[in-house]
C-alpha cells in the first residue's frame, strides 16, 4: 500500500525556520518524485518544490527560492522541506504528494495534476 504522512509543521515566529518530513513506504525510490504543495484558506493550491524520482534535480517556486530546500533521506525513505526565513504569508497547510517520474518528465513539476498520492497535510502557522 502506498503511503505518504507529513510531520513537522507547527508555529513559528516571522524570521524562523522548519523542517518538514514527509515519510514514504509503498513506492519505489527511484521511480517516483516527490513534490510538496500548500494551500492558504481561500487560496488554491499551490507547488512549492520537487524533487526527482532520480533525486538529482530540485526545483523551487519563485515565492521561496533561496529559502526553502528540498532533500531526501533513501536510508530513511523520507523526504524534508527546509523552511528558513519564513513569512506569515507562508502559513498554510503543506502537503507532499507523489508522481511517478516518466509521467511528470518534461512537464511542469509543481503542477498538482501530474500527482497521484497525496498525504494528509500539515499546518504551518507563521506568526507573532
Known amino acids: 500500500q502506498r503511503q505518504l504522512v507529513e510531520s513537522g509543521g507547527g508555529l513559528v515566529q516571522p524570521g524562523g525556520s522548519l523542517r518538514l518530513s514527509c515519510a514514504r513506504s509503498g513506492f519505489s525510490l527511484d521511480l517516483y518524485a516527490i513534490g510538496w504543495f500548500r494551500q492558504a484558506p481561500g487560496k488554491e493550491r499551490e507547488g512549492v518544490s520537487c524533487?526527482?524520482?532520480?533525486?538529482?534535480?530540485?526545483y523551487y517556486a519563485d515565492s521561496v527560492k533561496g529559502r526553502f530546500t528540498i532533500s531526501t533521506d533513501s536510508a530513511k525513505n523520507t523526504v524534508y522541506l527546509h523552511m528558513n526565513s519564513l513569512k506569515p504569508e507562508d502559513t498554510a497547510v503543506y502537503y507532499c504528494?507523489?508522481?511517478?517520474?516518466?509521467?511528470?518528465?518534461?512537464?511542469?513539476?509543481?503542477?498538482?495534476?501530474?500527482?497521484?498520492?497525496w498525504g494528509q497535510g500539515t499546518q504551518v502557522t507563521v506568526s507573532s
Open positions: 504528494a507523489a508522481a511517478e517520474g516518466r509521467r511528470i518528465r518534461g512537464r511542469n513539476r509543481l503542477d498538482d495534476r501530474w500527482y497521484d498520492y
Open positions: 524533487i526527482s524520482d532520480k533525486g538529482s534535480s530540485t
